[in-house]
């Protein structure tokens, strides 16, 4: 069991910054992929971005490239999203995620993920 925590989340205004945080407990493994998605209103689960297993490799969604930052401190068992430049499109509630076996071509596929925080709003508006 594994349990996510994320923390953060609030509103700013368009081309402004924001730290999301994600404290992970329980048989969390330093081996294991961290991610972050998005989700808004009927639409599904956004990737955002992943650090994939303990390669130190991060990827990202393209509509974040350049913008967002994932970082990991294993000491503390958290994960980071740094997020610069803000736009009204970045509003939607951010979900951490975490799964021990899963393979590189899955990692930007929602459904591949076992563990799941709850979740922290963001809202990017003037």
């Known amino acids: 069991q594994v349990q996510l925590v994320e923390s953060g989340g609030g509103l700013v205004q368009p081309g402004g910054s924001l730290r999301l945080s994600c404290v992970a407990s329980?048989?969390?493994?330093?081996?294991?992929?961290m991610a972050w998605f998005r989700q808004t209103p009927g639409k599904n689960r956004e990737f955002v971005a992943a650090l994939f297993r303990s390669s130190g490799r991060s990827y990202y969604g393209d509509s974040v490239k350049g913008r967002f930052t994932i970082s990991r401190d294993n000491a503390k068992n958290m994960l980071y999203l740094q997020m610069t430049s803000l736009k009204p499109a970045d509003t939607a509630v951010y979900y951490c995620a975490s799964d021990r076996s899963l393979i590189l071509r899955s990692l930007r596929n929602a459904e591949q993920y076992d563990w799941w925080g709850q979740g922290t709003q963001v809202l990017v508006s003037s």
């Open positions: 329980g048989s969390i493994s330093r081996s294991d992929t």
